[in-house]
């Protein structure tokens, strides 16, 4: 008597489908605490509210207060604040408009300058000790992985 076999069967939805919630909370965590080992590292000696807006100002060239507050989404008294203090340690400076003194226009400073590639220089260094330990293949898949992370980054919310 010949043996008869039933056909094979498609694996389930539920295994084939990504649990796109699952892997978003690995996701996260992972960013997290990569993101807060290198805040330590980075030893900057300014708070993150005076780091993020020294970046945007990098990334602007110039701002008014108010287009830095819009920017880094805080009311505009706590960036004049922020602006103060980043102006008395000499990271950012002040220039009035050419046509209407109102307007207060912060750029970086050299020391500013130095100051944000000293930061991401002691980052990118720790994250170079951590890409070391990593074996070949493990790094591999890092780099493979890097342009779906930086598309993630970079789409708006």
Do not use: C, H
Not at 56 to 63: G, H, M, Q, V
Not at 83 to 93: Q, W, Y
Not at 101 to 118: F, H, M, P, Q
Request: charged share 30%; net charge positive.
């Amino acid at each position: 008597m010949p043996v008869t076999t039933a056909p094979p069967r498609a694996p389930s939805k539920a295994a084939v489908e990504p649990d796109v919630a699952a892997t978003a909370g690995r996701v996260r965590l992972a960013v997290s605490r990569i993101n807060r080992r290198m805040r330590r590292k980075a030893e900057a000696g300014i708070s993150l509210s005076q780091l993020s807006a020294l970046v945007a100002i990098e990334r602007a060239t110039k701002l008014t207060v108010g287009e830095l507050a819009a920017a880094e989404q805080v009311t505009p008294p706590s960036m004049t604040k922020i602006a103060a203090s980043l102006e008395a340690a000499g990271l950012v400076r002040r220039a009035p408009d050419a046509t209407d003194r109102r307007i207060g226009w912060l750029s970086l400073t050299s020391e500013g300058a130095r100051k944000l590639s000293s930061i991401r220089g002691r980052k990118n260094a720790y994250l170079v000790k951590r890409l070391k330990v990593l074996s070949l293949e493990e790094f591999r898949l890092v780099e493979r992985a890097l342009p779906v992370l930086e598309r993630l980054a970079e789409e708006p919310d």
